[in-house]
């Protein structure tokens, strides 16, 4: 069985504070792909990044990151300096290589409050 | 840049009553998708559409519903007779293509039954 869990449910940080967002998976497949997306407060999904299992290198975008660990079945999501902006409700998702509907199983998601 | 559109953006109905969500992927994407969130919970798969049929489905999606692709733009899910536990946000989605492909989303149709 495939599964996301995130178990942060809700967090909470100040301007300019670090925080990281953790998603575990499970899954038996080899060949897999991971997503996060966020989701503001008006309620669409925005996509923000796709690793595939081969794939562990971390990845920078800006002030986001993220670290893929397959030993661990983590795929964290760090913002360096968070901003008001911020805000929102962080989805972690998993696709299943040999499904050939991509469809995707998302975690719960973290509610994240960046308080100015 | 291109973007999935859904219509409405937010629909409200009486229990029993049949509603069709519209949604227009990206353009040359081939995969299209429903996806229902409660409020509050998490995002779930509703069903895949591919070459004009449905490729899976969830165990959420029971005879009530149906999808469908009536023209070259247009992709549609009915919900036969509403029921109060039908009130959700519904997404849809759309990939290109090959598992590699990111799905994009659309706003989103806010159904409201009463």
């Known amino acids: 069985a495939q599964k996301v869990t995130q178990a942060q449910t809700e967090i909470s940080v100040v301007e300019k504070e670090d925080v990281t967002l953790d998603c575990v998976y499970e899954t038996r497949d080899t060949t897999y792909y991971l997503f996060w997306y966020k989701q503001p407060p008006s309620g669409e999904l925005v996509f923000l990044i796709r690793?595939?299992?081969?794939?562990?290198q971390n990845e920078i975008s800006g002030r986001y990151s993220w670290n893929f660990q397959k030993s661990t079945s983590s795929f964290n999501f760090t913002i360096t300096a968070s901003q008001v902006v911020d805000s929102a409700v962080y989805f972690c998702a998993l696709s299943s290589g040999s499904s050939n509907t991509g469809k995707l199983i998302f975690g719960q998601g973290t509610t994240l409050q960046v308080k100015p | 840049e291109p973007e999935v559109t859904q219509t409405p953006s937010h629909q409200v109905t009486q229990m029993g009553q049949e509603v069709i969500l519209r949604c227009v992927p990206i353009s040359n994407h081939l995969y299209f998708y429903w996806y229902r969130q409660i409020l509050g919970q998490k995002v779930e798969f509703l069903v895949s559409?591919?070459?004009?049929?449905?490729?899976?489905k969830s165990e959420i999606f029971d005879d009530q519903f149906s999808v469908e692709r009536p023209d070259g733009s247009n992709f549609t899910l009915k919900i036969r007779s509403t029921k109060l536990e039908d009130s959700a946000m519904y997404f849809c989605a759309s990939r290109s293509g090959g598992p590699t492909d990111t799905q994009y989303f659309g706003p989103g149709t806010r159904l409201t039954v009463l």
């Open positions: 559409f591919y070459n004009n049929e449905i490729s899976e």
């Open positions: 690793r595939n299992s081969f794939d562990e």
